[in-house]
């Protein structure tokens, strides 16, 4: 172990975690832990995994111990930050190996959209926890096969649905089951930015599994369920595409939906990848509102109310939700909203449907429990 390059790298995440969580450190003074504590290797060492295992070396419950990685440069940067050793280090070749590393709990993966459902698939058959980032997959079927291989292998599999830890987040969700909204009648989500690099694998159907839909649009689809706290019963949508050549076939650049839900809210959502400044949600009923803006960045998630301003805790995102997931899987704690696979394939049909109701032009009838 190098001890001065862990105590600087405690020192420099304490000083991370002071500047980005005023409210979240003093409300919450260090605690001595010693619980059990998740250990987990990053599959993908790209834009978000970084941010996750950055965001991690905050975690008490949690902490990074391996990764898997198809560039060698990156594995031995990632050993050196993170004190890593080479015996948890593996390739998308050597990585089902992971089943003889006891020294593992959980794999974390984070590689594009497509390959989720073949690396999710290996880790749990390695008999490893999965967490998978969002979408889950490219399709309910595909999402179906993910959730029976964790059960059939008795793994975890959690999805990296940060926001369902959020504190601004949360309280409109408690206000919202206390009442305090009355009757919820519409839900408003935003969700977009205008998409750079035109080679990047967002911009690939192969890899993407479909366009901004899959990976920013989901957040108004999943916001809009946990906001007005049903799933919904139809859908309708309609695509604008206005750059043919940055969006081929397949890759949506902008789509509207709405959908319907059993209580008679309806909802109203935009995902796009051709507008910046999209990120926001409005919940409204009869006896009040909520708005959260930004409402699914990074932070700080800034929210109000019909009572006015919210002042929960600024949160590290991915911190929490690697505290929380650490406690989901190894403690059987209960999430206020879950964060489960069963809970993505949700999102999926809904998704599916959403390009259905695009190509068909039909309202399309969900029926989400089944
Ligand atoms: P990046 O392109 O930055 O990173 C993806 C990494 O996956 C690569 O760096 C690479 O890592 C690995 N990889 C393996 N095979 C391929 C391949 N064929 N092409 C490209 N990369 C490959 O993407 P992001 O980190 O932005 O996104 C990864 C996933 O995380 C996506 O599913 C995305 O939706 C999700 N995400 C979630 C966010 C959230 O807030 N929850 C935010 C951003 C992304 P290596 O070289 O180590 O193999």
């Not at 250990?39 to 834009?47: C, Q, Y």
């Not at 490893?128 to 309910?140: G, Q, R, S, T, Y």
């Not at 930015?193 to 890899?207: A, E, H, S, T, V």
């Amino acid at each position: 172990m190098n001890s001065r390059r862990d105590f600087l790298q405690k020192i420099t995440a304490s000083a991370i975690a002071l500047t980005i969580l005023p409210r979240y450190s003093m409300a919450m003074p260090e605690q001595p832990y010693d619980g059990p504590v998740l250990r987990v290797a990053i599959m993908g060492l790209g834009s978000y995994g970084s941010r996750v295992a950055e965001a991690m070396q905050s975690c008490k419950k949690a902490k990074l111990v391996g990764v898997i990685s198809g560039t060698p440069s990156k594995i031995k940067d990632w050993q050196s930050k993170y004190s890593i050793p080479e015996k948890n280090c593996y390739n998308y070749e050597t990585f089902d190996k992971i089943k003889d590393n006891p020294d593992i709990d959980a794999v974390y993966v984070i590689t594009p959209n497509a390959l989720h459902h073949p690396h999710v698939i290996r880790a749990a058959q390695a008999g490893k926890h999965v967490i998978c980032e969002k979408p889950m997959a490219l399709n309910a079927k595909e999402g179906q096969e993910m959730i029976n291989a964790c059960k059939k292998a008795n793994v975890k599999l959690l999805v990296g649905y940060r926001m369902h830890f959020e504190p601004h987040t949360l309280e409109i969700i408690r206000m919202r089951k206390a009442g305090e909204f009355g009757k919820i009648l519409f839900f408003q989500g935003l969700c977009g930015f205008k998409i750079g690099d035109p080679n990047q694998w967002r911009l690939n159907k192969q890899l993407a599994g479909g366009g901004s839909l899959m990976d920013i649009g989901i957040y108004a689809l999943n916001g809009s369920r946990y906001m007005i706290g049903e799933d919904p019963i139809w859908v309708t949508a309609q695509e604008t595409k206005t750059d043919h050549n940055l969006f081929k076939p397949g890759v949506d650049e902008t789509i509207q939906f709405q959908m319907g839900f059993p209580g008679g809210a309806v909802a109203s959502c935009l995902s796009t990848y051709n507008m910046n400044n999209l990120d926001r949600f409005f919940l409204n009923g009869e006896k009040g509102f909520a708005e959260l803006q930004p409402s699914t960045g990074y932070g700080p998630i800034k929210g109000r109310t019909n009572k006015g301003e919210l002042n929960q805790p600024i949160v590290v995102h991915q911190t929490l939700q690697m505290e929380e997931m650490s406690a989901i899987i190894l403690q059987g704690k209960q999430p206020v909203v879950p964060v489960d696979g069963e809970e993505a394939l949700k999102d999926l049909k809904v998704i599916d449907a959403i390009y259905e109701a695009v190509k068909s032009g039909n309202k399309i009838t969900l029926k989400l429990a089944e």
